[in-house]
């Protein structure tokens, strides 16, 4: 049966052309649907050259705010005016900064959460609901089974699902499709592939950072009256 | 005009069996006045050992010692027979409880109060007669009822339809009349002088007395007699008073033993908002509160109140939303009865959802989302953002309640509806992203309705607190702010030491306030930290001047 479907170029290309077969070459073939991430330097290297849908990334950083939501903005402007969802942000959402960021106001949820376990099942039901396009989700703690419950529905809601942790914990094994570490130069985002679809991991992606304000894309997004934040 | 009248012989008997399913015994339900108690119905069992309707009670006693009595209650009956009107008026929208003449003939067992609802008018709906009479028997099984059923061209005709024959179906005049001609003159319900005078001149079926010449008969029987045989044929229209659905929710269900387990209520609770959702389909209305309850030995009930954000109905949402409030919700003892009110009912208009559009699953639009979020998380925890035109920057940002989230999230279609030429104030955000020059609604909710001219919805907090309680300010309906502003800010500035800090921009000078008390002068600074990221923070000015960490770019 095999031998068969093998022996005409057509069904090659077809079989080859299959998402889950891995031919060893970087950046294989990947049908599944991605979001730009607003980084020429990143998207080179992310297989389908964007963020996947539908996918939980995990991403560690050293300290909250080190970042990770300057990181992604681009991505998440260019999806508005989905909704996303911020659950458990480590400080208080500061409106007229992401409004200057490109983030229609109206549309961003702001989930503060008590217990741990209640963190876990509201970014369980955000992800899988397809209500959010991106929920970004600061956990305390996060078990093993609980990631792979936020992967799960991340798949099931087609949304992408974003979950930072601290670099401590990059030595223990993750559910997630894509691990990410960010670390902040004074002059760059530092970008590390730990693992990904598709790839062995392990690129390294350096990032401007523009001088005056945290999102570099702002100036091309918002137009001219904004130029002048963007310095 | 066709109408359907249930007939229920068994109504005391039944509501005795409801009160005590468990109960086996014969069984005999007493009437009259406590000195001359009498027979008014008797089961099965008690039926064997000869106790009959109409017997007097010690002689009923006698025949069957371990006679189980059970006062007849017209209250309770009443409220059994609305239950009924209740979950009929789903079938037609005419429905009329009590048959008029038994208040009369309050001795004669066989004469009980039912109800007339008309059918013609429905008989599409449910695929003709048969499937009528399908869904009043389907209704009486779920209440665990018995009743004749009869149908006939006028209300008078179908209670006596249904009193001679359980399933009499009589559909023309012409059978009108054939039945009238062979049913026995009792139940044509007459006051008892007239009966007795017309069955001692012979007379024992209703035909014949309608063949008598009329103003013999006119003479002889009351003008309220005659004017009940008209109504019998339709020669004089019978105007009944309509069953109208009551503006309130409340039932109440008592535990058969105390419960302190909240799992343990789940099913209870679930009875009775399966009720509640009975009742609001039937009455065609919504919900967006409602309050369960519990009643405990030797304290003071509690109350759990679970607020909604859209009017709802369904009871499998009711029951998930309540489930998630229970779990929250401490109780200071075992639960000894349980009961859910809904005091304010509002029109609903179900979710319209488009046929061929892919993504429509219950679980996908946003409301119900939230629902669930509020009602595991608390009513505080969802949260959305609002700028605010104000220099200080601490107050320049406002939580929303978790109900802007849902009035942005309308579209634009509504804006159109309800054009009534006021002054609508923008809302800043939108501005840009709108991008048809077309204002957007004001977050602050001060229409009494919305577009669909549905009621706008209560908000369970006060309107004029935002999501974190704290007071309301207006929203700002500028363009954003220039400076550069980070995303996250502290609750509160943290002292920070600026030695290992390299800067980036500033001082921004930030001074306002003096009037109100919350005076503040600062200067503004863009730097990155030893950790490399880029913070906010400002030095105060005047005598001793410190160093604060107020935001994070990040």
Redesign the interface.
């Known amino acids: 049966m095999l031998v068969t479907a093998l022996s005409t170029p057509l069904a090659l290309q077809t079989l080859l052309a299959h998402p889950a077969l891995w031919r060893g070459s970087p950046l294989a073939n990947d049908a599944r649907p991605v979001l730009a991430t607003g980084w020429p330097q990143l998207d080179a290297v992310l297989p389908g050259a964007g963020w996947p849908l539908g996918s939980l990334i995990e991403v560690a950083i ?9 990181l992604f903005l681009p991505a998440l402007v260019a999806a ?2 989905a ?1 996303m969802a911020l659950i458990d ?13 490109g983030i ?3 549309q ?7 217990a741990e376990r ?1 963190g876990w ?2 970014a369980e ?2 992800l ?4 959010c396009r991106a929920v970004l989700f600061w956990p305390q703690r996060l078990t093993d089974h609980a990631e792979r419950r936020l992967q799960l529905a991340a798949v099931a809601g087609g949304s992408i699902g974003l979950c930072f942790r601290s670099q401590a914990e990059l030595d223990r094994p993750s559910p997630a499709p894509l691990r990410l570490c960010l ?4 002059t760059h985002w530092q970008v590390d592939l730990l693992k990904c679809r598709g790839r062995s991991g392990g690129a390294r992606v350096l990032l401007p ?1 523009s ?4 999102v570099p894309t702002l100036a091309g997004v ?1 137009g001219d ?2 130029a ?2 963007g ?1 | 005009m066709l109408w359907l009248a249930l007939h229920l012989p068994q109504l005391a008997l039944d509501l005795a069996r409801h009160a005590a399913p468990a109960e086996t015994r014969a069984l005999a339900i007493s009437a009259g006045a406590a000195q001359r108690l009498w027979v008014y119905a008797a089961n099965a069992e008690a039926r064997a050992l000869g106790v009959q309707a109409g017997q007097k009670l010690t002689a009923a006693q006698a025949i069957c010692p371990d006679l189980r009595i059970v006062r007849r209650s017209r209250v309770r009956e009443h409220q059994a027979l609305g239950q009924l009107a209740a979950c009929l008026y789903r079938i037609s929208a005419e429905v009329s409880v009590g048959g008029g003449a038994d208040d009369r003939v309050d001795g004669n067992a066989a004469v009980a109060t039912g109800i007339v609802l008309e059918v013609a008018a429905s008989r599409r709906l449910f695929a003709g007669g048969v499937g009528i009479v399908a869904a009043v028997r389907a209704v009486l099984v779920e209440l665990d009822m018995g009743a004749q059923i009869g149908i006939a061209p006028t209300p008078a005709a179908a209670e006596l339809a249904a009193r001679f024959a359980d399933g009499t179906q009589v559909l023309s005049r012409q059978a009108l009349l054939r039945l009238l001609d062979t049913a026995p003159l009792a139940l044509a319900a007459l006051s008892a002088d007239s009966q007795a005078l017309l069955a001692g001149s012979g007379l024992q079926r209703i035909g014949e007395v309608l063949r008598l010449p009329r103003p013999a008969l006119a003479r002889r029987i009351g003008a309220a007699d005659l004017c009940r045989l008209d109504q019998l044929t339709g020669a004089r229209a019978d105007c009944r008073v309509l069953y109208q659905p009551p503006r309130r929710f409340a039932r109440s269900l008592e535990m058969p033993a105390p419960l302190t387990d909240t799992q343990s209520l789940w099913f209870p609770l679930q009875r009775l908002l399966r009720d509640l959702g009975l009742f609001l389909a039937a009455s065609d209305r919504g919900i967006q509160q409602f309050e369960v309850i519990f009643s405990h030995v030797g304290q003071a009930p509690s109350r759990m109140s679970v607020g909604l954000l859209q009017v709802e109905r369904d009871a499998a949402v009711l029951f998930e939303l309540a489930k998630e409030r229970l779990a929250r919700q401490s109780l200071p003892g075992a639960t000894l009865a349980l009961a859910v009110c809904a005091e304010t009912l509002l029109p609903f208009a179900p979710m319209q959802t488009d046929l061929l559009s892919p993504s429509t699953t219950v679980g996908d639009c946003p409301e119900r989302l939230l629902e669930r979020l509020r009602a595991r998380l608390g009513d505080a925890a969802i949260c959305g953002l609002g700028r605010i035109d104000e220099h200080r920057p601490e107050l320049a940002s406002a939580a929303l309640a978790g109900q802007h989230l849902l009035d942005q999230r309308r579209p634009a279609a509504d804006e159109s509806m309800d054009g009534r030429g006021r002054p609508r104030r923008e809302l800043a955000a939108d501005e840009s992203m709108d991008g048809r020059g077309r204002p957007r609604r004001e977050l602050a909710a001060d229409e009494s309705r919305d577009g669909r001219g549905r009621p706008r919805r209560e908000l369970a907090a006060d309107e004029s607190r935002d999501g974190r309680g704290r007071p309301r300010r207006e929203l700002a309906a500028g363009p954003p702010v220039l400076s550069p502003r980070p995303n996250w800010l502290l609750a509160t500035p943290q002292p920070i030491n600026v030695d290992g800090l390299h800067w980036h921009s500033g001082p921004e000078r930030i001074e306002s306030g003096w009037w109100d008390g919350g005076d503040c002068r600062r200067d503004y600074f863009v730097a990155t930290d030893s950790k490399g990221r880029r913070v906010w923070v400002f030095r105060t000015l005047g005598k001793g001047a410190d160093w604060y960490l107020h935001g994070v770019f990040g």
């Open positions: 050293a300290a909250p705010g080190s970042g990770e939501c300057a508005s005016p909704p942000p480590p400080f208080l959402p500061y409106a007229p900064g992401w409004q200057q960021a229609d106001l109206s961003l949820w702001w989930v503060s959460v008590g209640d099942w509201a039901q955000i899988r609901s397809r209500v670390a902040a130069t004074p950072r001088a005056g304000s945290a918002r009256s904004l002048r934040v310095g």
